[in-house]
């Protein structure tokens, strides 16, 4: 059995003609809408989408290789391994993986997190609203900009909740992993 390959950017014809016809559609979207920021938030929001599929695809596609990669090195006994290719110590019994690996580990207190940073953004923007142009705009234009503040202040507490509760695990998994790997010390007087 051959070593796994890294994969390597293959497309068809198919996948050509939807690119150069998504880059057509969008080229002429851009020149279709008016001058200044519009064609710029259309730029920003199609890049954004296509950057995304973009790196899930190669994504998927790495961690396939990888999984292969890993089953390929485990039909080798240590001592039949080809030359150059695998690492000297193949461990017997599989790495411990972090936490932060798994993907079924919803973080606590999220709901209120988003809650509290959805009111508090809410509350900003609604009293920010009211003292700068409260004079100059209706109460529906009020709540409307409290509103999208709304939005921003729960967005920013989810991606700040996420951080820090990332940032926990693994600072967890580090303290962990050094007392692991500390050799104990007796005092032997």
């Not at 461990?91 to 999220?110: F, I, K, T, W």
């Not at 409290?146 to 700040?160: E, I, K, L, N, Q």
Request: hydrophobic share 50%; proline share 7%.
């Amino acid at each position: 059995m051959s070593e796994p390959q890294l994969p390597v950017l293959r497309f068809g014809l198919r996948q050509l003609f939807w690119w150069v016809t998504g880059l057509c559609l969008l080229l002429g979207a851009l020149v279709a809408v008016p001058f200044g920021l519009p064609p710029l938030a259309l730029l920003l929001a199609v890049s954004v989408v296509v950057l995304h599929v973009l790196s899930t695809a190669i994504g998927h596609r790495l961690g396939a290789h990888a999984q292969e990669r890993r089953a390929w090195e485990s039909k080798f006994d240590p001592d039949e391994r080809p030359p150059g290719r695998l690492p000297v110590s193949v461990p017997a019994v599989p790495e411990r993986r972090s936490p932060l690996h798994g993907r079924d580990q919803p973080l606590r207190r999220m709901r209120v997190c988003l809650t509290v940073g959805a009111v508090l953004g809410g509350l900003l923007g609604l009293v920010a609203l009211s003292v700068t142009i409260g004079d100059r705009t209706t109460v529906v234009g009020i709540l409307v900009g409290a509103a999208s503040t709304a939005v921003v202040g729960g967005w920013v507490a989810f991606v700040g909740a996420s951080a820090w509760s990332i940032f926990q695990q693994g600072w967890r998994d580090a303290v962990a992993e050094h007392g692991r790997d500390r050799p104990q010390h007796r005092d032997v007087s």
